[in-house]
Structure formats: structure tokens, C-alpha cells
């Protein structure tokens, strides 16, 4: 069956970087991509960006731009958001879901969230 | 940037009340617009996607209407399961969420 399995909770000091994994199973990896979201404690769904696996193009939420970097590996049918420059404000839950390769649009495939905590 | 605007935020109900949620977008979405169910700890469950589509497998009690900048999601009798956060999302441009509407039991 279509699944998204993500990496594990990560606790990271301010200032670092994290890297959150997401493998994909069940369908053809090249022909859809990566939405990364995100949701702060009782707060609500942000958007980060979005990578196609098929062309590798990628496009970040102005508010990540210069501090996110979304990849694929289609070896491994993995995608990967990575989150520079970390303070407590980063501290959230982080969900991949899966999107067309060509264009964003509703899905309901989804990773089962990697919680991301930063603190000294 | 397209913002989006649920309204209420919060809404208590019983079981078996009919129930509606309103979603404003800040320009014209036209029908690209997406209705989840959120529960604690869960990722977003698609309920309703191009406005009005109800998604595979989601109990037929749930519609979505509207079009352009106005959108609501009705629930025609709440069950016990409903009992969530609900989340309406535009993907004409990018993508953009609501804040939220948390259904509470009265």
C-alpha cells in the first residue's frame, strides 16, 4: 500500500541543523513529489515548500527561503527537508505528504509526523 | 500570498447537530480548495478537495460548497468520530491553511 514513513524525534540545539527523512513505498517514486508541513504546539498546518521527484524543482514558503533545502534520493525513494539556523520557534511537528511531480495539489498520503524539539 | 480565514474557531455541538464551517480566501481560489480533519497527534485526513469532492472512503454526512473566495464544509449530523480540527486549505496558488475550527462535544 501508498506509505510515507518518516525519521525518528530529533532534539536539536538552537543553532543547528536538522535533517528529516521521508521513504516512500507502494507506488512510483518519479511520478510525485514531497510537500513538507509543519504545526508549533496547539498551533495550526504550515506550509514549508515542495519537491518534485521527478525533475528534482523545488519551491519554499518565502518564510524558509535561504534556511530550508528539500532533496530526493530516488535509490532510496527518500525525500529529505532539512531545517538550518534552528531556534525554539522550530520546535514543531513535521509532516511529508506526498504531491504530484507537476503540481501542488490536495493529497491524502501522508508521513505520521517526525517531532522536532529545540532546546538548550 | 493567499490567505485563508476559517471562521468559527472553536464550536461546540452535540451529537447529531448539523454543522457548518466557513472558509474565506483572500482573492479568488476558484474551486482549489481542500477540507482536512485533524486529530491530536495524527497527521490531516483529506476530507473534500476542488471544493465539493468528497474524498474515497469519507462517510457521506460530510459536503463542501462554495467557490471563489467563500467555502464552507457541513457536517449534516455530527458523530462521536467528528469530534476534531478541521482545516481548510487553498492550492490555486502554492499552498495556504486556515487557522482552524475545533469541533467540541456540548
Known amino acids: 500500500q501508498v506509505q510515507l514513513v518518516q525519521s525518528g524525534a530529533e532534539v536539536k540545539q538552537p543553532g543547528a541543523s536538522v535533517k528529516v527523512s521521508c521513504k516512500a513505498s507502494?507506488?512510483?517514486?518519479?511520478?510525485?513529489?514531497f510537500i513538507w508541513v509543519r504545526q508549533a504546539p496547539g498551533q495550526g498546518l504550515e506550509w514549508m515548500g515542495w519537491i518534485s521527484a521527478y525533475n528534482g524543482y523545488s519551491s519554499y514558503a518565502q518564510k524558509f527561503q535561504g534556511r530550508v533545502t528539500m532533496t530526493t534520493d530516488t535509490s532510496t525513494t527518500t525525500g529529505y527537508m532539512e531545517l538550518r539556523s534552528l531556534t525554539s520557534d522550530d520546535t514543531a511537528i513535521y509532516f511529508c505528504a506526498r504531491s504530484e511531480a507537476y503540481q501542488l495539489l490536495a493529497t491524502d498520503v501522508w508521513g505520521q509526523g517526525t517531532t522536532v524539539t529545540v532546546s538548550s | 500570498d493567499i490567505r485563508v480565514t476559517q471562521s468559527p474557531s472553536t464550536l461546540s455541538a452535540f451529537v447529531g447537530d448539523r454543522v457548518t464551517i466557513t472558509c474565506r480566501a483572500s482573492?479568488?481560489?476558484?474551486?482549489?480548495l481542500a477540507w482536512y480533519q485533524q486529530k491530536p497527534g495524527k497527521a490531516p485526513k483529506l476530507l473534500i478537495y476542488k471544493a465539493s469532492n468528497l474524498e474515497s472512503g469519507v462517510p457521506s454526512r460530510f459536503s463542501g460548497s462554495g467557490s471563489g473566495t467563500e467555502f464552507t464544509l457541513t457536517i449534516s449530523s455530527l458523530q462521536p468520530d467528528d469530534f476534531a480540527t478541521y482545516y481548510c486549505?487553498?492550492?490555486?496558488?502554492?499552498?495556504?491553511f486556515g487557522q482552524g475550527t475545533k469541533v467540541e462535544i456540548k
Open positions: 486549505q487553498q492550492y490555486h496558488s502554492y499552498w495556504s
Open positions: 482573492q479568488s481560489v476558484t474551486t482549489w
Open positions: 507502494g507506488y512510483t517514486f518519479s511520478n510525485f513529489g
